[in-house]
């Protein structure tokens, strides 16, 4: 059984807590009946705590796992590991080091800025400060 511990209004990643773990459940891509891929990852304490107090970090986590997930097209998980070094890349960095990291990434800054991040903000490359702000 499990315990939903973290959830947002909007269709975005929840944790929910099942026995002694945490796990980030998220929906990426559908298959041909229109239904959701569901993922699951297992994370920290530590992740949690700044997926609860930091909105842009949570959106920002939610988009490049998203975005992993949906790659697969449904057919298998993601590597655990790389979602594991993803989240603690956007959740336990250093908010200059995740700026410039997803800064180098286009396309991303376009789809940040089309789920209604703050576009001078994203331009500046303050992602972070932009997810916050659509907040």
Same mark, same amino acid.
């Given at each position: 059984m499990s315990e939903r511990v973290l959830s947002r209004p909007g269709g975005w990643a929840e944790v929910l807590r099942e026995g002694d773990a945490l796990v980030l459940r998220i929906g990426a891509g559908a298959d041909r009946d229109h239904l959701p891929f569901t993922f699951r990852f297992v994370i920290t304490p530590q992740h949690l705590d700044v997926l609860r107090d930091d909105v842009g970090?949570?959106?920002? #986590?939610?988009y490049v796992v998203?975005? %992993?997930?949906?790659r697969? *097209?449904?057919?298998?998980?993601p590597n655990k590991k790389? $979602?594991?070094? %993803?989240?603690?890349? $956007? %959740?336990l960095g250093p908010e200059p080091e995740v700026d410039a990291w997803f800064r180098s990434d286009e396309t991303g800054m376009r789809d940040l800025a089309a789920a209604g991040a703050d576009p001078a903000? %994203? @331009?500046?490359?303050? $992602?972070? #400060? #932009?997810?916050? *702000? @659509? #907040?």
């Open positions: 970090r949570y959106l920002l #986590a939610d998203r975005r %992993l997930c949906e697969t *097209h449904g057919e298998r998980t790389k $979602v594991r070094r %993803l989240l603690d890349r $956007v %959740l903000l %994203l @331009q500046e490359g303050r $992602v972070l #400060a #932009a997810l916050r *702000h @659509q #907040a």
